[in-house]
Nanobody, 112 residues
Framework: QVQVAESGGGLVQAGGSLRLSCAAFGRPVSSNVIAWFRQTPGKQREWIAQISSGGTTIYADSVRGRFTISRDNTKNTVNLQMNSLKPEDTAVYFC??????WGQGTQVTVSS
């Protein structure tokens, strides 16, 4: 069984940066696809980035060039570096381990 937990959210001004972390417990992050999603009230959860077990990264158009997903095998975490943040990036951010485990989410608020 695997569990994941997000951290690193907070309040930041537009143009600023935040670094989110997704920690996995029970299985190595290197053995599966780890994806980041975000959700705002009343909207469906939106996929934004993922990293495969082989290290291949993919991004949604809305974040490509601003967000970077990376993996730290020694800490068993997957990180999401978010730069040039916009108010429309405000959401609860979730990570998912494969297709089997979601975290509780971390709130990111970008003020204008």
């Amino acid at each position: 069984q695997v569990q994941v937990a997000e951290s690193g959210g907070g309040l930041v001004q537009a143009g600023g940066s935040l670094r989110l972390s997704c920690a996995a417990f029970g299985r190595p992050v290197s053995s599966n696809v780890i994806a980041w999603f975000r959700q705002t009230p009343g909207k469906q959860r939106e996929w934004i980035a993922q990293i495969s077990s082989g290290g291949t990264t993919i991004y949604a158009d809305s974040v490509r060039g601003r967000f970077t997903i990376s993996r730290d095998n020694t800490k068993n975490t997957v990180n999401l570096q978010m730069n040039s943040l916009k108010p429309e990036d405000t959401a609860v951010y979730f990570c998912r381990y494969g297709s089997i485990a979601w975290g509780q989410g971390t709130q990111v608020t970008v003020s204008s």
